[in-house]
């Protein structure tokens, strides 16, 4: 979360005096957060291959970064009022040393989680090892320099750092996207990011070198004269603080995690959510002139509507117009929310205060989205619930306005017609998220997203969703329950190779992502199907409401966990046939993609070995993308179709076939249509790739 600085009424010009301690003060700020902001991206993504590629990774990394950012408050708070400058200084410069011991940040591979293991937990404790300490030196540097800067330069406002403070921060998010991802590795990156932390703390240790020179007796009058002129802030002021600072917290997170789940989990998509963010804080505690309550809460509203609006399309609305709308709705509940803290800021007195209890509202809405809903919730409903506190916090915002109407209850109609209406959309709200759920007999919620098992109308069929995306599908009759339904019919790409290749003899059979487990059905006496599947609650519901495994004549075995990470540590399986079926639904697990992954699938299959990959999404082409790992790997392929039949259950798909050997025509015949391959071949790595270009 961006350090926010109270931005005070400009003074007048420091004297030539203060000057080099301007300089000093100021570079200190500026490089504290344009490495607290390119850190957060940088370390998420290096470390996103090794949970899953899961949406809910950059959550857990926020719920991070956002407590230690309050611990980072606390801790400056506490510093700058309960010891003196010497000891302050002492301390601050320890810790300094301390972290720069602990460099680079560089998770080591250790860390990498076991199959089964708790990816939460996993996540902060390996974020606490490589970044904690400097992060929250880092977190601390805005208001702690702040205030060390008052005492130093009486008479020079802070404003100056705070406007480079904003700078920097917004200069980190912008270019780690666009120029620091593209160019430089993961390692690369973290090490850059290290030395830049040594030099950073070289300059903090010199601010605290000259808090050797402040006496206490100095620090007391600057204290008595900024009592003098300030009012303490109420309790009810505090509260309101940390009440906006939580509603936005909440949205940020929420609308964050809609967009990668409708997208993808890419950085870009992380730090899209963010600066807008952050880009409110600079407006808004830029002065009066970009903040207008009555222009800014009117334009909420309407906003509010029209994600309200965009949540109940779902899946009809394009995914160029969901993004727009979520972050329009998430740029004017931050203005909203911003504007109203800019407004209340206190005096220099109660600075660190007031930090504090804006970082405390970020880190419970982290909390609340990150660690508490998705164990009391069964659906994605966080965003309905930042939605809802949208619509609450602007009545509330009236209610303490002495010039507003509605201050302490008055215009009795005006408040009856508020009420009404934000209970017309919280009913709204209610139904569509209870609506989410449909007719399920099963709905589980984990840290991989939402499962759901629902019949269809006459009890026919049972089916799996992962979100709104069909993952599998099965016949409820004792005749038709082997038949292989959706994306695995008998004319689809993988269907016409399990029924034509090496068949009468043994194989071996990789499957990564069970589903359901369809593909079992094509298994004769002899074969192996072994499926890697990395969501437990996947393997719990196809055991549990759907018989595609116990009904396979071959034997079967389920490896839990990260199927890289499993085909890591497994000696080579010799596969016949190694089947990839994990890009079907909207956030897509780029790292089985690259030419690192690619490389350890070929090593798992025999010399005439298949790879099958289902490429059938709503929204992505990834034809080029496969395309290149083939051409890398100096393998034939055949991009193959299989046309749907809602008779037979199966729907329109679309396969590659891979092969070191030229691919059967038998094989592609066997299927309902090949597709030339005129795309320019694109190779991603672990460290780079662009899944904004394959939008369809």
């Given amino acids: 979360m961006p350090s926010v600085e109270s931005a005070m009424p400009t003074d007048p010009p420091a004297t030539t005096r203060h000057r080099g301690v301007v300089l000093l003060f100021a570079a200190t700020i500026f490089s504290s957060a344009f490495l607290l902001f390119q850190v957060q991206p940088l370390i998420s993504r290096f470390i996103l291959p090794w949970f899953g590629g899961s949406p809910a990774v950059w959550s857990t990394c926020m719920l991070f970064f956002q407590v230690v950012l309050f611990a980072g408050y606390l801790y400056a708070h506490l510093l700058s009022t309960r010891l003196s400058p010497r000891w302050q200084a002492s301390l601050h410069a320890a810790l300094l040393a301390g972290a720069v011991m602990s460099l680079p940040i560089t998770p080591d591979a250790s860390w990498k989680p076991a199959p089964g293991e708790n990816p939460t937990l996993r996540i902060i404790l390996l974020l606490g090892a490589c970044v904690g300490l400097p992060y929250l030196l880092l977190s601390s540097t805005g208001p702690l320099l702040q205030r060390w800067f008052s005492q130093q330069a009486p008479g020079t406002s802070p404003y100056r750092l705070y406007a480079l403070s904003n700078v920097g921060s917004l200069l980190a998010l912008v270019t780690f996207p666009f120029v620091v991802e593209p160019v430089f590795s993961s390692p690369v990156q973290a090490e850059t990011w290290s030395w830049g932390f040594r030099a950073f703390a070289i300059l903090c240790i010199a601010c605290a070198a000259r808090q050797w ?112 709308v979520y972050l329009t709705g998430l740029f004017f509940c931050c203005m909203v929310c911003h504007g109203e803290l800019a407004s209340q800021k206190p005096g220099v007195r109660h600075l660190t205060s007031f930090y504090l209890l804006i970082s405390a509202g970020g880190a419970v809405g982290g909390v609340f989205v990150g660690l508490i809903a998705p164990y009391i919730f069964s659906g994605y409903w966080e965003l309905h619930i930042g939605l809802l506190a949208c619509l609450l916090v602007m009545p509330l915002i009236y209610y303490r306005d002495k010039a507003s109407l509605l201050y302490r209850g008055g215009s009795r109609p005006l408040w009856t017609t508020i009420v009404v209406t934000i209970g017309l959309l919280s009913v709204g709200l209610a139904r569509h998220a209870w609506g989410m759920l449909g007719d399920s007999i099963a709905v589980s919620r984990n840290f991989y997203g939402v499962l759901r098992v629902s019949d269809n109308a006459d009890q026919t069929r049972r089916a799996l969703f992962h979100g709104t995306i069909l993952h599998g599908m099965q016949f409820l009759d004792e005749e038709r329950r082997t038949v292989p339904t959706t994306y695995y019919g008998v004319r689809s790409g993988a269907g016409a190779v399990l029924q034509h290749h090496r068949v009468g003899e043994p194989r071996r059979i990789g499957i990564v992502g069970l589903g359901v487990g369809t593909l079992a059905t094509y298994g004769q006496p002899g074969d192996l199907f072994r499926c890697y599947e990395i969501n437990p609650e996947v393997v719990r519901l196809a055991d549990e409401y759907f018989t595609f495994l116990s009904d396979t004549k071959a034997a079967t075995e389920v490896i839990l966990g990260d199927a890289r990470l499993s085909l890591e540590h497994e000696p080579d399986q010799q596969y016949d046939v190694l089947v990839l079926d994990a890009f079907s639904g909207d956030a897509i697990p780029t790292h089985l993609l690259t030419r690192e992954a690619a490389d350890l699938y070929v090593r798992h299959l025999r010399d005439d070995g298949i790879l099958c990959v289902h490429i059938s999404n709503i929204h992505f082409d990834l034809r080029p993308v496969v395309h290149g790992v083939a051409e890398h790997l100096g393998m034939h392929v055949a991009s193959v179709e299989g046309a749907g039949d809602k008779e037979q259950g199966t729907q329109r798909c679309y396969w590659m076939l891979l092969s070191r050997r030229p691919i059967d025509s038998s094989l592609i015949a066997a299927t309902d249509g090949q597709h030339a391959l005129d795309e320019r071949p694109v190779l991603w790595t672990d460290y780079w790739s662009n899944l904004l270009s394959a939008l369809r």
Avoid at 269 to 286: A, E, G, Q
Avoid at 296 to 305: D, P
Avoid at 309 to 324: A, C, H, P, W
Wanted: charged letters at 10%; proline letters at 4%; glycine letters at 4%.
């Fill in 213 to 324: 020179t402040i006496s206490p007796t100095r620090c007391a009058q600057v204290a008595t004269r900024a009592h003098d002129r300030e009012s303490a802030p109420t309790w009810g002021d505090r509260l309101m603080w940390f009440t906006l600072a939580a509603v936005a917290s909440v949205m940020l997170l929420a609308t964050t995690n809609q967009v990668c789940l409708d997208v993808a989990t890419v950085p870009f998509l992380w730090i899209l959510p963010l600066t807008i963010y952050l880009l409110s804080f600079i407006l808004c505690f830029d002065g009066n002139r970009w903040y207008s309550r009555k222009t800014c809460v009117a334009l909420l509203f309407v906003s509010l509507i029209a994600v309200i609006n965009t949540l109940m399309g779902g899946v009809n609305v394009s995914i160029i117009l969901q993004v727009l």
